[in-house]
């Protein structure tokens, strides 16, 4: 049976071995995870500030709500299950980060010490990944060649932005699995990486770190991943929608996923010789 | 592209085939959120009343915490995921039931008016479904036949809590569709119905409702789910990991989903006569 990564055990989580399984079985729960997505209408209304009204922050110092601010329905859930999750130390775990660091909570479970895994750094791309998710993957995603747009619905507001929080948090982690990639990386040809980053040659780093065979894989694996998953393996195939459009699923991957991941990658590296600690 | 029931239309949500592609719908959804809960060990301290100190239930009348009360941790998380979800209103869609009725808070967004479907009924067997899924379903869908069982991992306690609510979630909403199916089978013979509840014959009620052959189809077809999204397309035989146990997947639709949702049936057409109004 598969199994989580081990991120209690530094040598295990810096395997490339285990970082690429870890980055394959990733791409079966974002394809999970999208393909419940999309059986709602993008319902554009939940991704918009002020569309629905009443929607605050709250916050973890008081433990009460403020009127300051309104957020987007997606914002307001994923900001509430961050709170909610910080609880049960989701974001103790090195390779969780959280899209509203603000609203953590100090966790009710006992904490765990896990290893030095990556070196300092604070390299969050969430917000990017948010904006894309919302303007270019989701519609795209959503979107059903030839035919038009499914009418908003409200019923399905709700089950969409739970559905979202699945997809975005699943997407972040896979993008911020680049630094244990670029952290072992940097450990097999250290003397290459240094000169790199002492030069601050990010396009330099970028065709280091870059594989175009192993990019080109994935694309055709996240092909064969949408098409399986994404129909009935009973159904007939006249009649049996599909679930899932695989070009989205692919788009998704060569124009974000993979770009994004590679930024973490560069931009962690860029950190990777500061003298910072951990607060 | 395949699309949600529509619960704002009576006509459409009894009719048979929609409900049909509904329960087969969400076997892919039961099946991708039980892949991702074994991933990670049983962990049966998440399911152990007492055995993590500090977790209580919260109450929505206050909006503060109490110490009355122990919880395990899937239910201390399974109730505070609720209490957030009710406030985008998760509960007041037709084909939602809650495992913690006290926990709901009143929601945030504005009250959707669903059509009258079902007959009202206080039919909910949420707590026969935890127990059943703690201490039998999910036991089994964490053994890997052969080996010793797998640690318990304190760094995935709240992993596996987190998919936990999503696979009792997505059961118990297939289960509580029996009432759809109750409510159509009843419209359409609604004299023989009629005389079998008059008659208080629960049996008479079960065969009536059972379709053995149709029983051993879900099955099968569960099976082939099980194999197909239990492992990687792309991967080979020998090296890929199989995700999921796929005779743990049928039995638990076998000895636990199939019979509860004719439970739900039974009792609920038990109270299709009686002439009780919602509040």
Redesign the interface.
Known sequence: ????I???NPSAALDLNNIRFQL??LE??IT?HL??R???PLNPTVYTTGA?P??HPTFPTK??STSEGSLS?LDW?LR??ER??S????YQ?PDEYPFFPDALQTP??PP?Q?PRILHPNDVNINAKLKEKYTNEIMPAACA?YGRPE?PE???????A??CDV?CLQALSRRIHFGKFVAESKFQKETDRFVALIKAEDRIGIDAAITDAKVEQKVL??LR??AN??GK????LAEET?????ADAVVSMYKDYVIPLTKEVEVEYLMQRLNNTQWE
Request: glycine share 8%; proline share 3%; hydrophobic share 40%.
């Open positions: 049976m598969d199994t989580a081990d991120l209690s394959i079985r079966d729960t999970f393909i419940e999309v059986q709602f629905i009443g929607l433990g009460g329905l859930n509430e299950q909610l999750q609880l049960i130390r989701r775990s009710i479970l765990i896990y059903q499914r619905a409200q019923e399905n507001f709700g089950s932005v739970t699945m055709e694996r064969l991943k399986t998953y009935d393996p009973a159904g929608p599909v679930k899932v459009n």
